[in-house]
């Protein structure tokens, strides 16, 4: 990875706190099964995805580079930040199956097929990254 485009960012991370004691105006999302990934795409550049720890895993998800680009491929460099699942038969967030994607760095056919992996975006920045 090289050139300014493909700089990453830190994620700002949850801290700890008291619940609002009313809902009035907050917003609250299901929790995946999954986690946390951020992805460069766009801007001429190639794809990078990378964990909040800044580990570059771009080869480890091959078909979620590649679906990001076909969306947003031919814009300007956006950046997101969401939550990749790998899904069991029934099409279901399965953390187990998952576990089997992490820490590998070419996934095979067969793994990618037994532990299909899908990115749920929770928000994009467009800029320069």
Not at 47 to 62: A, C, G, K, Q
Not at 76 to 97: C, H, K, M, T, Y
Not at 99 to 114: E, F, G, I, V
Request: charged fraction near 20%; charge should be positive; glycine fraction near 14%.
């Amino acid at each position: 990875m090289s050139g300014a485009g493909n700089r990453l960012i830190t994620p700002m991370l949850a801290t700890p706190g008291e619940p609002p004691v009313e809902m009035d105006g907050w917003a609250a999302e299901m929790k995946y099964d999954g986690f946390r990934l951020l992805a460069g795409v766009g801007g001429g550049a190639h794809p990078v995805l990378w964990t909040r720890n800044l580990n570059v895993v771009t080869s480890s998800y091959p078909e979620v580079a590649d679906a990001l680009t076909s969306v947003f491929g031919g814009r300007g460099r956006i950046v997101l930040d969401g939550e990749v699942v790998a899904l069991s038969s029934g099409g279901r967030p399965s953390f187990a199956r998952l576990q089997k994607r992490m820490n590998t760095l070419r996934p095979t056919t067969a793994l990618r097929r037994q532990a299909p992996s899908c990115r749920s975006t929770c928000s994009g920045s467009t800029g320069t990254t």
